[in-house]
């Protein structure tokens, strides 16, 4: 089942929209105590690289 244009927008949007959020929070947060956030971003930096890769993983399988 293909999705349409509008469901493709809004789900793009969303993503963009929480990730920016999260991003405020996290530094928001840093900011009150950073001792317990230490290598975070390389943790995201890594969720992200790979879900990059399976996404363009599974776009060459199909």
């Known amino acids: 089942m293909a999705f349409s ?3 493709l927008a809004f789900a793009l949007f969303f993503i963009i929209a929480f990730i920016i959020l999260m991003i405020f929070s ?3 947060d840093k ?3 950073g001792a ?3 290598g975070t971003f390389i943790v995201l930096f890594s969720i ?3 879900y990059a890769l ?3 993983y599974v776009r ?3």
Request: aromatic letters at 34%.
């Open 5 to 7: 244009k509008g469901q």
């Open 26 to 28: 996290y530094t928001k």
């Open 31 to 33: 900011q009150k105590s």
């Open 36 to 38: 317990y956030f230490k």
């Open 48 to 50: 992200i690289i790979i």
């Open 54 to 56: 399976f996404w363009f």
């Open 60 to 62: 060459l399988l199909y």
